[in-house]
T-cell receptor, first 115, second 114 residues
Framework: NAGVTQTPKFQVLKTGQSMTLQCAQD?????MYWYRQDPGMGLRLIYY???????DKGEVPNGYNVSRLNKREFSLRLESAAPSQTSVYFC??????????????FGPGTRLTVT | AQSVTQLDSQVPVFEEAPVELRCNYSSSVSVYLFWYVQYPNQGLQLLLK??????LVESINGFEAEFNKSQTSFHLRKPSVHISDTAEYFC????????????FGAGTRLFVKA
């Protein structure tokens, strides 16, 4: 099993450009998440998908959109990138059955720089 | 709402010395507690978790953490660290009623020196 995979690994954007970060998991998990990691701030939840067909805002959703394409894939889109979105982005997944949620499994991350 | 405070942002320690990484949490409901580890340029991995039962939980690589409900703490300890333990460690909580919003602490960077 590959676990959680993310593409791309690195990306540099100019202010105002758009891009989509891709995430896929092969563990048959129901729930998927997008986080950003900034120095000294831990991980902050951007959006999550409790199950296929649903998405909800997390702590810092402004400037982002998501799509749960199917059970395996969950993408994050930046419509108009801003320097404040320079960060490391992590996708994660969790079993999430019967409304109970335990540990999460993380991808390797995407390092995004917006100039 | 929940919050997590990791009391040390950086902990330098010599190889084979003991270490404790401190974590306190605040919550109006009971929680599940986790420690995750992040090695350089990698994603987070689960190190250990407390869901219920014995308040002392252990990982396969020698770390342990003790849930202390009265002090709302979940400190991580290892009696003898290795160079390979150099990483960032995150404490996290989630309400035991379910839900999808894990709250992470800001992280503690453990640096093991030879």
């Amino acid at each position: 099993n590959a676990g959680v995979t993310q593409t791309p690994k690195f990306q540099v954007l100019k202010t105002g450009q758009s891009m989509t970060l891709q995430c896929a998991q092969d563990m048959n998990h129901n729930s998927m998440y997008w986080y950003r990691q900034d120095p000294g701030m831990g991980l902050r939840l951007i959006y999550y998908s409790a199950s296929e067909g649903t998405t909800d805002k997390g702590e810092v959703p402004n400037g982002y959109n998501v799509s749960r394409l199917n059970k395996r894939e969950f993408s994050l889109r930046l419509e108009s990138a801003a320097p404040s979105q320079t960060s490391v982005y992590f996708c994660a997944s969790s079993v999430g059955t019967s409304g109970r949620v335990y540990e999460q499994y993380f991808g390797p991350g995407t390092r995004l720089t917006v100039t | 709402a929940q919050s997590v405070t990791q009391l040390d942002s950086q902990v330098p320690v010599f190889e084979e010395a003991p270490v404790e990484l401190r974590c306190n949490y605040s919550s109006s409901v009971s929680v599940y507690l986790f420690w995750y580890v992040q090695y350089p340029n990698q994603g987070l991995q689960l190190l250990l978790k407390y869901l219920s039962g014995s308040t002392l939980v252990e990982s396969i690589n020698g770390f342990e953490a003790e849930f202390n409900k009265s002090q709302t703490s979940f400190h991580l300890r290892k009696p003898s660290v290795h160079i390979s333990d150099t990483a960032e460690y995150f404490c996290a909580v989630i309400p035991n009623t379910g839900g999808f919003k894990t709250i992470f602490g800001a992280g503690t960077r453990l640096f093991v020196k030879a």
